[in-house]
Protein backbone atom coordinates (compact mmCIF):
# COMPACT_ATOMS: atom_id res chain seq x y z
CA UNK A 1 0.00 0.00 0.00
CA UNK A 2 2.74 2.27 1.09
CA UNK A 3 5.04 1.84 -2.11
CA UNK A 4 1.81 2.19 -4.51
CA UNK A 5 0.91 5.48 -3.20
CA UNK A 6 4.62 6.61 -3.21
CA UNK A 7 4.73 5.76 -6.84
CA UNK A 8 2.78 8.12 -8.43
CA UNK A 9 3.89 10.90 -6.48
CA UNK A 10 7.26 10.15 -7.86
CA UNK A 11 6.38 10.16 -11.06
CA UNK A 12 4.54 13.38 -10.80
CA UNK A 13 7.39 15.07 -9.32
CA UNK A 14 9.69 14.08 -11.98
CA UNK A 15 7.18 15.34 -14.23
CA UNK A 16 7.17 18.69 -13.51
CA UNK A 17 11.47 18.82 -12.95
CA UNK A 18 10.32 17.61 -16.58
CA UNK A 19 8.35 20.47 -17.41
CA UNK A 20 10.49 22.83 -15.47
CA UNK A 21 13.53 21.70 -18.07
CA UNK A 22 11.98 22.36 -21.14
CA UNK A 23 10.62 25.86 -19.96
CA UNK A 24 13.95 26.51 -18.99
CA UNK A 25 14.82 25.50 -22.22
CA UNK A 26 13.41 26.96 -24.51
CA UNK A 27 14.26 30.39 -22.90
CA UNK A 28 17.65 29.35 -22.86
CA UNK A 29 17.79 27.37 -26.45
CA UNK A 30 21.57 26.57 -26.23
CA UNK A 31 20.87 24.09 -23.68
CA UNK A 32 18.36 22.34 -26.18
CA UNK A 33 20.78 22.12 -28.92
CA UNK A 34 23.35 20.40 -26.19
CA UNK A 35 21.22 17.88 -25.95
CA UNK A 36 21.83 13.77 -26.85
CA UNK A 37 19.75 13.92 -29.96
CA UNK A 38 21.85 16.77 -31.73
CA UNK A 39 25.17 14.56 -31.28
CA UNK A 40 23.47 11.08 -32.99
CA UNK A 41 22.36 13.50 -35.75
CA UNK A 42 26.00 14.18 -36.84
CA UNK A 43 27.26 11.08 -36.06
CA UNK A 44 24.80 9.68 -39.02
CA UNK A 45 25.82 12.35 -41.28
CA UNK A 46 29.24 11.14 -41.17
CA UNK A 47 28.35 7.51 -41.50
CA UNK A 48 26.32 8.38 -44.53
CA UNK A 49 29.02 10.37 -46.13
CA UNK A 50 30.96 6.93 -47.34
CA UNK A 51 34.54 8.71 -47.85
CA UNK A 52 32.70 11.43 -50.15
CA UNK A 53 35.13 13.37 -48.77
CA UNK A 54 33.48 17.79 -49.54
CA UNK A 55 31.52 16.50 -52.22
CA UNK A 56 28.03 18.39 -51.76
CA UNK A 57 25.51 15.83 -53.72
CA UNK A 58 27.51 12.59 -54.15
CA UNK A 59 26.54 10.51 -57.07
CA UNK A 60 24.60 7.55 -56.42
CA UNK A 61 26.53 4.14 -55.82
CA UNK A 62 25.64 0.80 -55.18
CA UNK A 63 27.07 1.50 -51.52
CA UNK A 64 24.23 3.24 -50.72
CA UNK A 65 21.93 0.51 -51.45
CA UNK A 66 23.26 -0.99 -48.27
CA UNK A 67 21.21 -0.99 -45.17
CA UNK A 68 22.03 2.40 -43.12
CA UNK A 69 24.36 1.75 -40.33
CA UNK A 70 23.11 1.37 -36.93
CA UNK A 71 23.11 4.71 -35.44
CA UNK A 72 26.30 3.95 -33.00
CA UNK A 73 24.63 3.77 -29.25
CA UNK A 74 24.18 6.96 -27.06
CA UNK A 75 27.04 7.28 -24.68
CA UNK A 76 26.04 4.85 -21.57
CA UNK A 77 26.79 5.14 -17.98
CA UNK A 78 30.27 2.59 -16.52
CA UNK A 79 29.33 -0.55 -16.41
CA UNK A 80 27.87 -1.13 -13.49
CA UNK A 81 30.13 -3.75 -11.52
CA UNK A 82 28.35 -7.39 -10.12
CA UNK A 83 29.77 -9.57 -7.91
CA UNK A 84 30.98 -12.18 -10.60
CA UNK A 85 33.63 -9.11 -11.64
CA UNK A 86 35.36 -9.79 -7.90
CA UNK A 87 37.95 -12.70 -6.91
CA UNK A 88 35.91 -12.06 -3.36
CA UNK A 89 32.94 -10.90 -2.49
CA UNK A 90 34.22 -8.82 -0.12
CA UNK A 91 36.09 -6.57 -2.68
CA UNK A 92 32.19 -6.57 -4.17
CA UNK A 93 30.91 -4.96 -1.40
CA UNK A 94 34.31 -2.77 -0.53
CA UNK A 95 34.08 -1.77 -4.13
CA UNK A 96 30.31 -0.65 -3.91
CA UNK A 97 30.87 1.39 -0.88
CA UNK A 98 33.85 3.18 -1.99
CA UNK A 99 31.81 4.06 -5.24
CA UNK A 100 29.60 5.41 -2.36
CA UNK A 101 32.37 7.41 -0.36
CA UNK A 102 33.47 8.95 -3.43
CA UNK A 103 30.32 10.87 -3.80
CA UNK A 104 30.69 12.14 -0.66
CA UNK A 105 34.18 13.89 -1.49
CA UNK A 106 33.66 17.19 -1.62
CA UNK A 107 37.26 18.08 -3.02
CA UNK A 108 40.19 16.21 -4.56
CA UNK A 109 42.89 18.56 -5.42
CA UNK A 110 45.11 16.15 -6.33
CA UNK A 111 42.81 13.73 -8.70
CA UNK A 112 43.07 10.55 -6.20
CA UNK A 113 39.21 9.52 -6.63
CA UNK A 114 39.94 9.08 -10.63
CA UNK A 115 41.68 5.95 -9.90
CA UNK A 116 38.87 4.84 -7.62
CA UNK A 117 37.26 2.99 -10.85
CA UNK A 118 36.69 -0.79 -12.06
CA UNK A 119 36.94 -3.69 -9.97
CA UNK A 120 40.59 -4.20 -9.23
CA UNK A 121 40.23 -2.15 -5.89
CA UNK A 122 43.33 -4.14 -4.08
CA UNK A 123 45.95 -2.74 -6.42
CA UNK A 124 44.36 0.42 -8.67
CA UNK A 125 42.60 2.35 -5.94
CA UNK A 126 44.73 5.20 -4.89
CA UNK A 127 44.60 5.16 -0.99
CA UNK A 128 43.43 1.36 -0.14
CA UNK A 129 45.13 -1.51 -0.05
CA UNK A 130 43.85 -5.79 0.37
CA UNK A 131 44.90 -8.54 3.01
CA UNK A 132 44.05 -11.88 4.19
CA UNK A 133 42.15 -11.33 7.09
CA UNK A 134 42.75 -13.12 10.24
CA UNK A 135 39.39 -15.16 10.53
CA UNK A 136 40.15 -16.65 7.00
CA UNK A 137 43.56 -17.18 5.37
CA UNK A 138 42.24 -17.94 1.92
CA UNK A 139 39.78 -14.74 1.65
CA UNK A 140 41.06 -11.42 0.16
CA UNK A 141 39.82 -8.25 1.68
CA UNK A 142 40.19 -4.27 2.47
CA UNK A 143 42.20 -4.27 5.00
CA UNK A 144 44.19 -0.63 4.90
CA UNK A 145 43.00 2.60 3.96
CA UNK A 146 46.20 4.96 3.31
CA UNK A 147 45.16 8.92 2.69
CA UNK A 148 48.01 10.52 4.35
CA UNK A 149 48.60 13.69 2.57
CA UNK A 150 45.52 13.01 0.04
CA UNK A 151 43.66 16.32 1.24
CA UNK A 152 40.24 15.04 0.25
CA UNK A 153 37.68 16.68 1.61
CA UNK A 154 34.49 14.95 3.01
CA UNK A 155 31.53 16.11 5.62
CA UNK A 156 31.74 12.50 7.17
CA UNK A 157 34.10 9.33 7.55
CA UNK A 158 31.19 7.44 8.79
CA UNK A 159 31.21 5.45 5.25
CA UNK A 160 34.14 4.00 5.86
CA UNK A 161 32.84 1.62 8.72
CA UNK A 162 31.05 -0.25 5.77
CA UNK A 163 34.81 -1.41 4.93
CA UNK A 164 34.38 -3.99 8.09
CA UNK A 165 37.56 -5.32 7.71
CA UNK A 166 39.78 -2.63 8.05
CA UNK A 167 42.84 -2.62 10.11
CA UNK A 168 44.63 0.31 9.65
CA UNK A 169 43.27 3.94 8.94
CA UNK A 170 46.31 6.71 8.27
CA UNK A 171 44.16 9.32 6.80
CA UNK A 172 46.67 12.41 7.75
CA UNK A 173 46.73 16.03 6.57
CA UNK A 174 43.15 16.01 4.78
CA UNK A 175 40.29 17.91 5.51
CA UNK A 176 37.75 15.33 7.00
CA UNK A 177 35.14 17.10 9.06
CA UNK A 178 32.51 16.01 11.86
CA UNK A 179 33.41 13.21 14.43
CA UNK A 180 34.49 9.72 14.65
CA UNK A 181 31.03 7.84 14.98
CA UNK A 182 29.81 5.43 17.33
CA UNK A 183 29.58 2.75 14.22
CA UNK A 184 33.75 2.99 13.99
CA UNK A 185 32.80 0.05 16.63
CA UNK A 186 31.66 -2.00 13.71
CA UNK A 187 35.66 -2.26 12.87
CA UNK A 188 36.70 -4.39 15.75
CA UNK A 189 40.13 -5.44 13.15
CA UNK A 190 41.30 -1.66 13.54
CA UNK A 191 44.39 -1.51 15.05
CA UNK A 192 46.04 1.88 14.06
CA UNK A 193 43.93 5.06 13.60
CA UNK A 194 45.66 8.58 12.82
CA UNK A 195 43.26 11.19 11.38
CA UNK A 196 45.83 13.93 12.74
CA UNK A 197 45.74 17.48 10.77
CA UNK A 198 42.07 17.26 9.86
CA UNK A 199 39.09 19.22 10.88
CA UNK A 200 37.51 16.95 13.09
CA UNK A 201 35.60 18.10 15.57
CA UNK A 202 33.43 17.54 19.22
CA UNK A 203 34.79 15.79 22.23
CA UNK A 204 36.96 12.69 22.47
CA UNK A 205 35.15 9.83 20.23
CA UNK A 206 33.94 7.66 23.22
CA UNK A 207 34.15 4.52 20.64
CA UNK A 208 37.74 4.59 20.64
CA UNK A 209 37.35 3.70 24.58
CA UNK A 210 35.62 0.52 23.12
CA UNK A 211 37.91 -0.59 20.53
CA UNK A 212 39.74 -3.30 22.42
CA UNK A 213 42.38 -4.08 19.80
CA UNK A 214 43.68 -0.03 19.33
CA UNK A 215 47.48 -0.45 19.33
CA UNK A 216 48.49 3.33 17.83
CA UNK A 217 46.04 6.21 17.78
CA UNK A 218 46.51 9.53 16.65
CA UNK A 219 44.08 12.88 16.64
CA UNK A 220 46.83 15.45 16.19
CA UNK A 221 46.00 18.81 15.22
CA UNK A 222 42.26 18.35 15.09
CA UNK A 223 39.13 20.47 16.83
CA UNK A 224 38.33 18.12 19.26
CA UNK A 225 37.39 19.59 22.84
CA UNK A 226 36.39 18.34 25.86
CA UNK A 227 38.19 16.10 29.06
CA UNK A 228 40.01 12.51 27.82
CA UNK A 229 37.67 9.90 29.00
CA UNK A 230 39.50 7.43 31.78
CA UNK A 231 38.40 4.22 29.42
CA UNK A 232 41.05 5.35 27.03
CA UNK A 233 43.65 4.57 29.21
CA UNK A 234 42.36 0.74 29.70
CA UNK A 235 42.86 -0.10 26.57
CA UNK A 236 45.88 -1.99 27.31
CA UNK A 237 47.33 -2.44 24.02
CA UNK A 238 47.08 1.25 22.89
CA UNK A 239 51.03 2.19 22.63
CA UNK A 240 50.53 5.41 20.89
CA UNK A 241 48.50 8.02 22.14
CA UNK A 242 49.12 11.59 19.73
CA UNK A 243 46.52 13.84 21.40
CA UNK A 244 48.02 17.61 20.51
CA UNK A 245 46.97 20.70 19.47
CA UNK A 246 43.85 20.07 19.84
CA UNK A 247 41.25 22.30 22.52
CA UNK A 248 40.85 19.60 25.12
CA UNK A 249 40.73 20.78 28.41
CA UNK A 250 40.70 19.69 31.91
CA UNK A 251 42.75 17.48 34.18
CA UNK A 252 43.55 14.22 33.11
CA UNK A 253 41.93 11.26 34.42
CA UNK A 254 43.82 9.38 36.94
CA UNK A 255 44.06 5.77 35.76
CA UNK A 256 46.62 7.47 33.16
CA UNK A 257 48.80 4.71 34.16
CA UNK A 258 46.90 1.46 33.03
CA UNK A 259 47.92 1.69 29.82
CA UNK A 260 50.94 0.72 27.79
CA UNK A 261 51.62 3.63 25.96
CA UNK A 262 55.44 4.63 25.18
CA UNK A 263 54.24 7.99 23.52
CA UNK A 264 52.18 10.12 25.25
CA UNK A 265 51.75 13.53 23.50
CA UNK A 266 49.35 15.82 25.10
CA UNK A 267 51.09 19.06 23.88
CA UNK A 268 49.24 22.32 23.39
CA UNK A 269 46.12 21.28 24.93
CA UNK A 270 44.39 22.99 27.73
CA UNK A 271 45.04 20.75 30.44
CA UNK A 272 44.93 21.29 33.47
CA UNK A 273 45.20 20.25 37.21
CA UNK A 274 48.36 18.11 38.35
CA UNK A 275 50.00 15.85 36.35
CA UNK A 276 48.91 12.58 37.92
CA UNK A 277 51.46 10.56 39.62
CA UNK A 278 49.82 7.38 37.86
CA UNK A 279 51.11 7.97 34.85
CA UNK A 280 54.53 6.63 36.54
CA UNK A 281 53.25 3.51 36.25
CA UNK A 282 54.15 3.06 32.50
CA UNK A 283 58.12 3.34 33.97
CA UNK A 284 58.48 -0.07 31.49
CA UNK A 285 56.99 1.11 28.41
CA UNK A 286 56.95 5.24 28.27
CA UNK A 287 59.81 6.66 26.15
CA UNK A 288 58.78 10.10 25.53
CA UNK A 289 55.58 12.60 27.59
CA UNK A 290 55.16 15.45 25.79
CA UNK A 291 52.96 17.66 28.24
CA UNK A 292 54.35 20.83 27.21
CA UNK A 293 52.52 24.37 26.57
CA UNK A 294 49.15 23.28 28.35
CA UNK A 295 47.76 24.30 31.81
CA UNK A 296 49.06 22.16 34.53
CA UNK A 297 49.38 23.16 37.60
CA UNK A 298 50.90 21.69 41.06
CA UNK A 299 54.12 19.94 41.81
CA UNK A 300 55.86 17.62 39.67
CA UNK A 301 54.88 14.21 40.66
CA UNK A 302 57.91 12.68 42.83
CA UNK A 303 57.31 9.53 40.87
CA UNK A 304 58.82 10.65 37.65
CA UNK A 305 61.67 9.21 39.12
CA UNK A 306 59.97 5.47 38.27
CA UNK A 307 60.24 6.12 34.20
CA UNK A 308 63.39 4.36 33.63
CA UNK A 309 63.02 3.83 30.27
CA UNK A 310 61.56 7.60 29.28
CA UNK A 311 64.46 9.42 26.98
CA UNK A 312 61.89 13.00 26.45
CA UNK A 313 60.23 14.29 28.87
CA UNK A 314 58.81 18.04 28.30
CA UNK A 315 56.66 19.85 30.29
CA UNK A 316 57.70 23.69 29.73
CA UNK A 317 55.32 26.15 29.31
CA UNK A 318 52.57 25.09 31.62
CA UNK A 319 52.05 26.20 36.15
CA UNK A 320 54.08 23.49 37.38
CA UNK A 321 55.83 25.09 40.97
CA UNK A 322 57.17 23.88 43.73
CA UNK A 323 60.54 22.57 44.17
CA UNK A 324 62.10 20.01 41.39
CA UNK A 325 62.43 16.30 42.82
CA UNK A 326 65.41 14.76 43.43
CA UNK A 327 63.87 11.32 41.79
CA UNK A 328 64.57 13.12 38.21
CA UNK A 329 67.86 12.23 38.67
CA UNK A 330 66.65 8.55 38.17
CA UNK A 331 65.86 8.74 34.76
CA UNK A 332 68.52 7.23 33.65
CA UNK A 333 67.58 6.96 30.17
CA UNK A 334 66.55 10.30 29.37
CA UNK A 335 68.37 12.60 26.92
CA UNK A 336 66.15 15.45 27.03
CA UNK A 337 64.99 17.21 30.00
CA UNK A 338 62.51 20.52 29.03
CA UNK A 339 61.10 22.03 32.26
CA UNK A 340 61.29 25.52 30.85
CA UNK A 341 58.55 28.14 31.72
CA UNK A 342 56.82 27.31 34.84
CA UNK A 343 57.19 28.26 38.34
CA UNK A 344 59.67 26.31 39.81
CA UNK A 345 61.77 27.33 42.64
CA UNK A 346 64.95 26.55 45.06
CA UNK A 347 67.44 24.41 43.49
CA UNK A 348 68.34 22.57 40.52
CA UNK A 349 69.03 19.02 41.41
CA UNK A 350 72.41 17.72 41.07
CA UNK A 351 70.98 13.88 40.05
CA UNK A 352 69.95 15.31 37.47
CA UNK A 353 72.89 17.12 36.11
CA UNK A 354 74.96 13.94 36.12
CA UNK A 355 72.88 11.68 34.27
CA UNK A 356 74.44 10.09 31.51
CA UNK A 357 72.67 10.60 28.10
CA UNK A 358 71.76 13.90 29.11
CA UNK A 359 71.75 15.92 25.81
CA UNK A 360 69.76 19.09 26.48
CA UNK A 361 68.42 20.12 29.87
CA UNK A 362 66.21 23.16 29.60
CA UNK A 363 65.04 25.28 32.73
CA UNK A 364 64.84 28.26 31.18
CA UNK A 365 61.78 30.79 32.58
CA UNK A 366 61.48 29.52 36.39
CA UNK A 367 62.78 30.75 39.20
CA UNK A 368 65.19 28.18 40.27
CA UNK A 369 68.13 29.82 43.09
CA UNK A 370 70.72 27.91 42.51
CA UNK A 371 72.95 25.79 40.68
CA UNK A 372 75.65 22.98 41.85
CA UNK A 373 79.14 22.24 40.31
CA UNK A 374 77.64 19.23 38.08
CA UNK A 375 74.77 21.67 36.64
CA UNK A 376 77.60 24.53 36.22
CA UNK A 377 80.00 22.15 34.32
CA UNK A 378 76.88 21.12 32.00
CA UNK A 379 75.89 24.44 31.64
CA UNK A 380 79.83 25.13 30.62
CA UNK A 381 79.17 22.38 27.89
CA UNK A 382 76.38 24.33 26.62
CA UNK A 383 73.80 21.52 27.43
CA UNK A 384 71.85 23.44 29.88
CA UNK A 385 69.87 26.48 29.05
CA UNK A 386 69.85 28.35 32.64
CA UNK A 387 68.53 31.86 31.94
CA UNK A 388 65.58 33.59 33.03
CA UNK A 389 65.70 32.56 36.35
CA UNK A 390 67.13 33.67 39.82
CA UNK A 391 70.57 32.09 40.09
CA UNK A 392 73.08 34.32 41.26
CA UNK A 393 76.35 34.43 39.29
CA UNK A 394 74.55 33.30 36.13
CA UNK A 395 73.89 35.43 33.15
CA UNK A 396 70.59 36.55 31.46
CA UNK A 397 68.93 36.32 34.93
CA UNK A 398 65.46 37.91 35.68
CA UNK A 399 65.74 40.78 37.56
CA UNK A 400 66.14 41.08 41.45
CA UNK A 401 62.65 42.50 41.52
CA UNK A 402 60.93 39.72 40.13
CA UNK A 403 62.74 36.86 42.35
CA UNK A 404 62.14 38.92 45.64
CA UNK A 405 58.21 39.04 44.57
CA UNK A 406 58.04 35.64 43.55
CA UNK A 407 59.80 34.49 46.66
CA UNK A 408 58.25 36.86 49.28
CA UNK A 409 54.65 34.89 48.43
CA UNK A 410 54.01 31.77 50.34
CA UNK A 411 54.50 28.64 48.55
CA UNK A 412 52.79 25.21 49.03
CA UNK A 413 55.35 22.81 49.36
CA UNK A 414 55.77 19.86 47.87
CA UNK A 415 55.59 16.36 49.60
CA UNK A 416 58.34 14.30 48.14
CA UNK A 417 59.30 11.55 49.89
CA UNK A 418 63.51 11.44 51.37
CA UNK A 419 64.29 8.54 49.66
CA UNK A 420 65.85 8.46 46.28
CA UNK A 421 63.05 6.16 43.74
CA UNK A 422 66.04 4.20 41.87
CA UNK A 423 67.43 2.97 44.85
CA UNK A 424 64.78 0.64 45.68
CA UNK A 425 64.70 -2.60 43.32
CA UNK A 426 61.65 -2.91 41.17
CA UNK A 427 60.04 -6.04 42.13
CA UNK A 428 57.94 -7.17 38.81
CA UNK A 429 60.42 -7.08 35.99
CA UNK A 430 57.03 -8.53 33.52
CA UNK A 431 57.14 -7.08 29.83
CA UNK A 432 54.34 -5.97 28.54
CA UNK A 433 54.32 -6.45 24.83
CA UNK A 434 56.65 -4.84 23.09
CA UNK A 435 55.20 -1.90 20.08
CA UNK A 436 57.29 -1.32 17.38
CA UNK A 437 56.84 2.35 16.58
CA UNK A 438 58.78 1.99 13.46
CA UNK A 439 58.04 3.27 9.90
CA UNK A 440 57.99 0.05 9.37
CA UNK A 441 54.61 -0.40 11.18
CA UNK A 442 53.31 2.56 8.94
CA UNK A 443 53.57 0.57 5.68
CA UNK A 444 50.57 -0.43 3.71
CA UNK A 445 49.84 -4.15 3.17
CA UNK A 446 50.91 -6.93 5.21
CA UNK A 447 49.07 -5.29 7.77
CA UNK A 448 48.52 -8.64 10.29
CA UNK A 449 51.83 -10.24 9.80
C1 LIG B 1 37.28 -18.16 3.25
O1 LIG B 1 37.30 -17.33 2.11
C2 LIG B 1 37.17 -18.00 0.89
C3 LIG B 1 37.39 -16.99 -0.21
O2 LIG B 1 36.49 -15.93 -0.08
C4 LIG B 1 35.79 -18.64 0.83
O3 LIG B 1 35.65 -19.33 -0.38
C5 LIG B 1 35.65 -19.59 2.00
O4 LIG B 1 34.34 -20.11 2.04
C6 LIG B 1 35.94 -18.87 3.31
N1 LIG B 1 35.98 -19.81 4.39
C7 LIG B 1 35.22 -19.69 5.47
C8 LIG B 1 35.42 -20.72 6.49
O5 LIG B 1 34.43 -18.78 5.58
C1 LIG C 1 67.13 21.88 23.57
O1 LIG C 1 65.74 21.58 23.43
C2 LIG C 1 64.92 22.69 23.20
C3 LIG C 1 63.49 22.19 23.13
O2 LIG C 1 63.20 21.38 24.17
C4 LIG C 1 65.33 23.38 21.92
O3 LIG C 1 64.54 24.51 21.72
C5 LIG C 1 66.79 23.75 21.98
O4 LIG C 1 67.21 24.27 20.74
C6 LIG C 1 67.65 22.54 22.32
N1 LIG C 1 69.02 22.97 22.53
C7 LIG C 1 70.07 22.35 22.00
C8 LIG C 1 71.40 22.88 22.32
O5 LIG C 1 69.93 21.35 21.28
Not at 40 to 53: A, E, H, L, V, Y
Not at 88 to 108: E, G, M, N, P
Not at 154 to 181: C, K, Q, Y
Request: charge should be neutral; glycine fraction near 10%.
Amino acid sequence: MESSRTFPILFLCIWSAAIATIINGETLGLSIEGSPFIGIGIGIGIGGGGGGGGDVNPPPSPLLCQPPEAPPPPPRRPKELGPSDFSDYKLYVAYRTIQRFKTTITSDPKGITNSWTGPDVCNKYQGFACDNPPYNKSALTLSTVDFNGFNLGADSIEMLVELEDLAFVHANSNRFRGTVPDSFSKLTLLYQLDFSNNLLSGGFPPVLTRMKGLEFLDLRFNDFSGSIPPGIFELLRLGVIFINNNRFEQSLPANLGHASAALLTFANNAFCGPIPSSFCELSETLREVLFLNNRFSGCLPYEVGKLKETLVFDVSKNMLSGELPESLGCMAKLELLNLADNYFGGSLPESVCVLGQLMNLTVSGNYLRSLGPACRQLARKGKLDDRLNCITGRPNQRPAADCAAFYSKPRPPCRYPSYLICSHRRLHEQLPPTIAITASTLHRGMVWN
